[in-house]
């Protein structure tokens, strides 16, 4: 019962900031490598950031590098995705899940969070 469950996505303006989060459960979060995605309609789901299993490490595709910060509670099975300098290409949908070897560890998906960069 993988579940994911992310939250706190809204509209902000171009420049600003913005932090989601994703609530991890059904399987051992802490001994999990995890990743932040995004998605927009007609496009492929975009791998955004990564984060090794305590934190330690992180990865970033080059569009968000400098602007965004993956982050992790382990206590709390939750991730974070600090989002600052904000750019309306941002815009998306974000979704977390168990980070692959190549891609995402699991089918399943959560909901996601809307995250809408607008003036």
């Known amino acids: 019962q993988v579940r994911f469950v992310e939250s706190g996505g809204g509209l902000v303006q171009p420049g600003g900031s913005l932090r989601v989060s994703c609530a991890a459960s059904?399987?051992?979060?802490?001994?999990?490598?995890m990743s932040w995605y995004r998605q927009v309609p007609g496009k492929e789901r975009e791998l955004v950031a990564t984060i090794t299993s305590t934190g330690g490490s992180t990865n970033y595709a080059n569009s968000v590098k400098g602007r965004f910060t993956i982050s992790r509670d382990n206590a709390k099975n939750t991730l974070y995705l600090q989002m600052n300098s904000l750019k309306p290409e941002d815009t998306a949908v974000y979704y977390c899940?168990?980070?692959?070897?190549?891609?995402?560890?699991?089918?399943?998906w959560g909901q996601g969070t809307q995250v809408t960069v607008s003036s």
């Open positions: 899940n168990a980070k692959g070897w190549l891609g995402p560890r699991y089918d399943y």
């Open positions: 059904g399987f051992t979060f802490s001994s999990s490598p």
